[in-house]
Structure formats: C-alpha cells, structure tokens
C-alpha cells in the first residue's frame, strides 16, 4: 500500500509505500499484516512511476523494512541515484541498525513501538527519529521543544 503523508517526515511530503515480511512484534502494532509476505514486489521501475505519479512528493519512505537487507539498500540507492533530489527515509522497528543503513537514508526512525511509552508524538516514546544521525525526535513535540536546549 502506498500513501502521500504529512506527518511522519517533518516539512516533508513523503510517498509512503508499506514494506511487508515485517521481522518485528510490537504489542499494539498498528500493521501486524505486514509481517505476511503480502503484496507485490517493490522494484525501481515501481519506485521511478510511483514518484512520477505523486508530484510535489519530496520524500521516499519505506515504511519497514522486510527481511531483505541488501534488496532494501538497493532500493534506496537507485532513488539517490534516479531521484537526486528526493531524501530518503526508513522506519524500522528495530532498536538499532547496520551502519549502511545510516548511510543509505536521511531519515531512519529506530525502536519498537511500546505502548506504555506511546508514538513519536509522546515525551515518554522510546523510538527515535534521525536526520543524518541528529536525533530530530523533539520535532514531533507540542509546539518543536527541544528538551535538551
């Protein structure tokens, strides 16, 4: 499944596309279909016309990750290549990722989802969003607040 978001990516309009085979088993998730192997298989040539499609979009988020890291990052580098001005995000579930993951997307948002920590949009959240490695988090804050300035 894809979607045009607002709000995942700050002061961006991403092309969010569902990637499936989802490793994690976060309590409360909101996609548990996504650990099926379900839907059809992400290509570039479905990358280049689904960014033609959705003009105005700035920003390619993979939604998972799936079970296929090296598929996974060569994805991502035919959009820095094909699609140089488009960034590139990952929301993973994991606590942590592999270093060419850092390197292959702007924005990788890490942690599982916990309930009693709640979203991004929580104070209390225990995930994460990174923009080249600066933790931007507080972005999803009431009103930005950075709690460590």
């Known amino acids: 499944m894809t979607s ?3 709000e995942e ?3 961006r309009v991403s092309l969010a596309v569902d990637i499936s085979n989802c490793q994690g088993t976060c309590v409360g998730c909101h996609s548990p279909f996504l650990r099926l192997n379900i839907g059809e298989e992400l290509t570039p040539a479905i990358i280049d016309a689904l960014i033609a499609d959705n003009f105005g ?3 390619f988020l993979f939604l998972g990750e799936g079970n296929d890291l090296p598929a996974l990052l060569a994805l991502a580098a035919h ?3 094909t699609h140089p001005k488009m960034e590139i ?3 993973s579930g994991r606590e942590e990722v592999e270093p060419e993951v850092w390197d292959a997307f702007d924005y990788v948002k890490v942690g599982p989802y916990r309930p009693e920590c709640g979203p991004l949009n929580e104070r209390s959240t225990n995930q994460r969003l990174y923009y080249h490695r600066e933790d931007i988090t507080h ?3 009431r009103k930005g607040i950075d709690p460590n300035t």
Do not use: K, S, T
């Open 57 to 59: 979009v700035n920003c």
């Open 4 to 6: 045009v978001v607002l």
């Open 89 to 91: 995000a990952l929301y």
């Open 139 to 141: 972005r999803f804050w």
């Open 9 to 11: 990516i700050p002061d």
């Open 79 to 81: 959009i820095r290549r």
